[in-house]
């Protein structure tokens, strides 16, 4: 059965940061892509980033580039979101799904492209 569980949410000032953690089970890293998505109440899902271990990339959305990073430990099965200078817009729950089928490429945002999803983290930044 394949299980996402995020962690690593909280509550942090604006400049600082957070490390969020989801721990994939049925299946490797390597079989996969999985991606961080986020999400506000009343609006819709955004890709923050993926990784494909297998293919050796990585994307961000333009938001988060040069702030976010997206860390793997193939030995923990688990993908990581290292985010640095939290800004207040960066509120939001977040969460990491699996796509289950081929390399998606540029497709990557589409939260319509993954198979699976965690719970999800809260992560609320204050000014």
């Known amino acids: 059965e394949v299980q996402l569980v995020e962690s690593g949410g909280g509550l942090v000032q604006a400049g600082g940061s957070l490390r969020l953690s989801c721990a994939a089970s049925?299946?490797?890293?390597?079989?996969?892509?999985i991606a961080w998505f986020r999400q506000v109440s009343g609006k819709e899902r955004e890709g923050v980033s993926y990784?494909?271990?297998?293919?050796?990339?990585?994307d961000y959305a333009d938001s988060v580039k040069g702030r976010f990073t997206i860390p793997s430990n193939n030995a923990k099965n688990t993908v990581y979101l290292q985010m640095n200078n939290l800004q207040t817009e960066d509120t939001a729950l977040y969460s990491c799904g699996v796509h289950r089928g081929g390399y998606g490429g540029s497709r990557w945002p589409l939260p319509g492209l993954y198979n699976d999803w965690g719970r999800g983290a809260q992560v609320t930044i204050s000014s």
């Open positions: 049925g299946f490797t890293l390597d079989d996969y892509t």
């Open positions: 990784i494909s271990t297998r293919e050796g990339t990585t």
